[in-house]
């Protein structure tokens, strides 16, 4: 187990220092896209590194949330008007993560205050960030339960308590699971210590999500050269038209 | 077996897109439709961002329909005279649609005027075409004659005529310059080929032979829906090669398979199958429209941003 060399490393390697600190590693520090990516499960493991004997109250627990790229989202609510279901009012997100999971050792609001998740953004309502007053402050609020509702359905928000292993209050570890229609660019991975519901470290470390190979390819060639990937389009699809009518004229002789 | 798409971002099921394109193809070689009313939306069903479906459907309709008429032309049934003077009204009347469609962006509100168009047109049409065809079999049946040519209208009093000869007409090229022109706007605007209304404005206002019909219509569409991927290519990046190819080699087989459907059923029956198909479609949607959906949020990126 390599991961596990490298904790002992690092545990026998840093300074003593007083309080609790947090050090960390991942399976993967990068997640590569290819034709057949089916999603990937990340393994995010660590130990508290500690300079006096751990308390013993309150008990130790431990955070790890994994955020995608944040982008603005507009999201829109149907309303019925002369009998017809139409997009009424809509909520501009100013950013919101692609993707973003929770993994904790014990149910979030028995781990962490909610002035500190205000302070470190941790839970998925606080992850969405600056909601635009388009529609009054009062009113936004169920656009981003419907924005969190919608993506939660669609595996891209998890919320996974009591996910995350921590043996001998040392050391910890826990999987997350990136689905397969991911977006490219770094997820942010963070850690925190609380205590008695207080953040007392953090850590932070990126996963790179990149497209690799033909995907790479494909989506460079459409961004760069656009009009010579449009043009290519088209070949490949009068290609098959023709092949495939010619094929057809083959086999009936 | 997942495939993953580049432009989409989204992992998806090939063999469902092989047998969505094999389907949609079917029907294109069968009535000379496009399909792109069709897969536009079974493409958002299975989770395809709305840029990147309509998009990348107007490429697969590019194959399709190439491989639908080459079926056509073999068998003489594509009047490339009317074809070309179509194709001018109708790249006339894309470039006014681009520009309507840009105005109505700017007010909003585009998502519900082109679920509209699709309502309106498609019931209409629908409903015209399945009551011609029944009351025309109908006859057929109990006269056992075939039911007279269209009556000679103002089509006919109208100058610069010209002789139409695979379509056995001799008319001006008014008419079909702005039925062109009208189906340009619609397609623009909604974002199809517009086959399925060109086929009856063809069938109906212009008097033309079912079967040259077909043949002619997929002539249009192939120029049109060419111009509007290049279109998407080069200003939204949408479209996605890995999902047109799928798309394609399902199409173009089906293409081949609903040409030779088309050829064994009588025009009649050709007709009432097209009707029953755009009125399930027009049902569809209109329910989207009435009903209560079950979520009454959606998420989308933000208007301008790319």
């Known amino acids: ?253 | 077996m997942q495939v993953y798409l580049p432009i989409a971002e989204v992992s998806v099921n090939a063999f469902l897109l092989l047998g969505l394109g094999g389907l949609v193809g079917i029907l294109s070689g069968m009535f000379g439709v496009g399909g792109g009313f069709l897969i536009t939306p079974l493409l958002f069903f299975m989770g395809i961002p709305p840029a990147v479906a309509v998009a990348t459907g107007a490429n697969q309709i590019v194959a399709s329909s190439i491989s639908g008429l080459m079926a056509h032309l073999r068998r003489k049934t594509v009047d490339l005279r009317m074809g070309a003077v179509l194709l001018a009204g109708g790249l006339v009347g894309a470039a006014l649609g681009v520009a309507a469609f840009n105005f109505l962006k700017q007010l909003g509100q585009v998502d519900l005027l082109v679920q509209l168009c699709y309502v309106l047109f498609l019931g209409v049409i629908g409903w015209l075409m399945l009551v011609e065809s029944v009351i025309a079999l109908r006859r057929a049946r109990r006269q056992g004659v075939v039911p007279k040519r269209r009556q000679r209208g103002w089509v006919h009093a109208l100058p610069l005529k010209v002789k139409f000869r695979s379509s056995g007409l001799y008319i001006s090229v008014i008419p079909p310059l702005l039925v062109g022109a009208a189906v340009g706007v619609l397609a623009a605007v909604m974002g199809v080929g517009g086959g399925f209304i060109m086929v009856p404005a063809m069938i109906y206002l212009l008097g033309m032979p079912t079967k040259v019909v077909v043949g002619t219509s997929l002539f249009q569409i192939i120029f049109v829906t060419g111009f509007t991927t290049l279109l998407h290519a080069t200003t939204n990046y949408s479209v996605d090669m890995v999902l047109a190819v799928l798309l394609i080699v399902g199409g173009v087989v089906g293409a081949q398979i609903g040409t030779r459907i088309g050829v064994k059923l009588k025009a009649e029956q050709l007709r009432i199958l097209l009707a029953a198909l755009v009125l399930a479609v027009c049902g569809k949607l209109a329910l989207d429209l009435l009903l209560q959906p079950a979520e009454l949020y959606s998420l989308a990126a933000p208007a301008g941003g790319h």
């Open chain 1, 1 to 253: 187990m390599a991961w596990r060399w490298l904790l002992l490393c690092l545990l026998i390697a840093t300074p003593l220092r007083a309080g609790e600190e947090v050090v960390a590693g991942l399976s993967q520090a990068r997640v590569s896209i290819t034709t057949d990516f089916k999603g990937s499960e990340i393994l995010v493991f660590g130990a508290v590194k500690r300079s006096a004997p751990a308390p013993a109250d309150p008990p130790l627990h431990v955070i790890v949330t994994v955020a995608g790229p944040t982008l603005p989202v507009t999201v829109r609510k149907k309303d019925l008007r002369f009998g017809i279901w139409v997009n009424a009012e809509a909520v501009e997100v100013d950013a919101a993560p692609s993707f973003y999971a929770i993994s904790t050792t014990a149910p979030l609001d028995e781990i962490l205050s909610q002035t500190e998740d205000l302070r470190h953004h941790i839970s998925i309502g606080k992850a969405i960030r600056a909601v635009d007053t388009g529609a009054g402050a009062d009113g936004a609020a169920p656009f981003t339960e419907a924005l969190i509702r919608i993506r939660t359905a669609d595996g891209l928000y998890q919320i996974r308590e009591s996910t995350v292993t921590l043996s001998e209050d040392t050391l910890f570890r826990t999987g997350i699971a990136l689905p397969a229609n991911l977006t490219e660019g770094d997820y942010t991975t963070r850690i925190f210590l609380t205590r008695g519901r207080a953040v007392i470290d953090a850590y932070e470390t990126r996963i790179g999500v990149q497209k690799v190979g033909l995907e790479r390819w494909i989506y460079n060639l459409a961004q760069v050269r656009p009009l010579i990937y449009g043009l290519l389009s088209l070949a490949i699809a009068i290609a098959a038209g023709w092949g495939a009518s010619t094929v057809f004229r083959y086999i009936r002789g």
